[in-house]
């Protein structure tokens, strides 16, 4: 039963969150949000209002907890200093492979006949700017869309078992960019944050691998039109690698085996470092227990040899089993969507994929 309540509370607010989302993006277009900076209205509403305080604020009421709950549910907990380290640099690997991910992708749909938009060249990019384009194109997309998707739908998914339930989030983050050009590297990053959500017990190591990743793209650019060291990297291996096929191909082998090699020890890394916390965490706690009981069971043997009674008697007993911490949500056998949640799941991924395929259409005619 906790599991279907689970399940069912974070489909419907999905589903809210979606439609509110979709309506606000037709609302933009029309640029009824010009007032004050639409694209900057626009993304507080979507990451903080919906995604964020959405994900939250629903899950919550419908299942009828109270919020300090839901963050332990979401995963949103505290790390070690290590496992922060050690997000940063594997930030730094997601950014480069997505970019071998995006420009393979974007070249696929291309041979469809694609055009992708080109926005007007950036002729100034002030330091001021690039500190905006941080906090509402890295920061706020990488923690309040973790919250949603590595947060809410992760956590009821999981019941489905690891696997289904990190593909089908990580689609759910893929269609929510509503972009044709977005869609797959944004479900492939989100298949290894889901992965790295599992492995570590929190959501903090994605939202920093989501940042960093975010504000890379950011910081490229701002170096890029400041002709800053490393403004050009991504040009100068796009020059290399067309310079000859061969020596393309090679180069190519070599970056992604490097890459993937630093992804998989970084990894690694952060899970063994996770669950040396999880142990000291539980080791902490259950010595917590212990004491606790040992003191209940003291205490009532020198009552009872007050008394002139030398066992505990069965309210004694009664008394100390309530301390025992049991997990309602864990009973065995497989688990089955209820048709509620199941429904919204397929609506809400039939809207994302309907939307997703028109801005492929639109783009390609």
Known sequence: MGKNKTFNSAMLAYFIIVI???ALRLISSFGLLSFAGSDY??????QVVLLFGGS????????KQKIKRTYGEFGIKKVSWKIVGLSVPLGFVVFFLNMFVSKTFNGLIELFGYEHAHGSAISSYSFGSLIINVVFTAILPGICEEVAHR???LKSLSP???SKAIWISALFFGLLHMNIEQF???TIIGLFLGFLTMVSGSIVPAMIVHFMNNFLSTYLTFSQVNGLPFGNIVGWVEGVLASNVFVAILLTLLILIILLQCLLVLTKKIASHSLKNDLQHIQQEFGKQLLREAYLIDLQN????FEGREE??????ERLKQFIVIDEEQPAGKFAMPSYGKLLLIVTMCLGVAITIFTFIWGAL
């Not at 020198?302 to 040899?305: D, L, P, S, V």
């Not at 505990?312 to 007993?317: A, D, F, H, M």
């Open 41 to 46: 209205v626009f993304t507080i509403l979507v």
């Open 56 to 63: 939250i604020v629903l899950y919550s009421a419908f299942k």
């Open 302 to 305: 020198a009552k009872n040899k």
């Open 184 to 186: 797959f590297y944004a």
């Open 312 to 317: 505990l008697n069965e309210e004694s007993l």
């Open 151 to 153: 947060g809410m739908l």
């Open 20 to 22: 509110l989302f979709v």
């Open 160 to 162: 489905l078992g690891a």
